[in-house]
């Protein structure tokens, strides 16, 4: 399994509608920065993203406290309070991953 970059994502788009979109691939890659940029924002103003079909992406509070430290074994690892982003996906991306998965 490897990753998947924006320049990928760009290329794949492009591909996709090149024969019918006059959209050069570096547009595409400028429109899909732009979208993660947004959606960053959002997610740092607190908004919640709702791509129907694909999912949500969400942000909640991690609570502070002391955590155990696998190495050694003792709870004494601090850790604050901190704000995480979680992406819930669809039904349907769901129903679709469990479809085709290789497991």
Same mark, same amino acid.
């Given at each position: ?5 924006k ?9 996709? #509608? ?8 570096e *547009?595409?890659?400028?429109? #899909? ?15 919640? #993203? ?11 509070? %991690?609570?502070?406290?002391?955590y155990?430290?696998? %190495? ?13 982003? %979680?992406?819930?996906?669809?039904? #349907?991306?769901? *129903? ?8």
């Open positions: 399994m490897s990753n998947v970059s320049k990928v994502l760009a290329s794949r788009v492009y591909y996709r #509608i090149g024969n019918v979109s006059t959209v050069s691939q *547009d595409l890659l400028l429109i #899909i920065r732009t979208l993660f940029e947004e959606m960053g924002k959002s997610l740092i103003e607190g908004h919640r #993203i709702e791509l129907r079909g694909f999912g949500n992406f969400r942000t909640y509070v %991690r609570k502070a406290g002391v155990r430290n696998p %190495r050694l074994g003792t709870l004494n690892v601090k850790k604050p309070a901190r704000v995480k982003a %979680r992406f819930i996906p669809s039904e #349907i991306l769901e *129903d679709q991953l469990n479809e085709t998965s290789k497991y």
